[in-house]
């Protein structure tokens, strides 16, 4: 079963930016694409932005302008730019694979002064 490892995350100040990493320990270039949830102290995890197979991305209205999802299936791995980044932006990231139905173990974005 292929499994997913986060990194990247971290605490930054507002207006900061980061880029988060989630490589896949197989190949994940074929199949549906890959989202990118969080989950904020206390409330639901959301789904924040969706990378299909080719490269097409789309993004909650949230975080539209201001997160970019990309992917090098070379290797195996998806990624999360985030720019801009405000305080309501605190959350517990995670990657999910939806056809295999993988999730990364999770990494910590805080965003304060």
């Known amino acids: 079963q292929v499994q997913f490892v986060e990194s990247g995350g971290g605490l930054v100040q507002p207006g900061g930016s980061l880029r988060l990493s989630c490589a896949a320990s197989?190949?994940?270039?074929?199949?549906?694409?890959v989202d990118w949830y969080r989950q904020p102290p206390g409330k639901e995890r959301e789904l924040v932005a969706f990378i299909t197979t080719s490269g097409s991305a789309f993004y909650a209205v949230a975080v539209e302008g201001r997160f970019t999802a990309s992917r090098d299936n070379g290797k195996n791995t998806v990624y999360l730019h985030m720019i801009n980044l405000q305080p309501e932006d605190t959350a517990v990231y995670y990657c999910h694979h939806r056809g295999l139905g993988t999730w990364g173990q999770g990494i910590q974005v805080t965003v304060s002064s």
């Open positions: 197989g190949s994940i270039a074929s199949g549906d694409g």
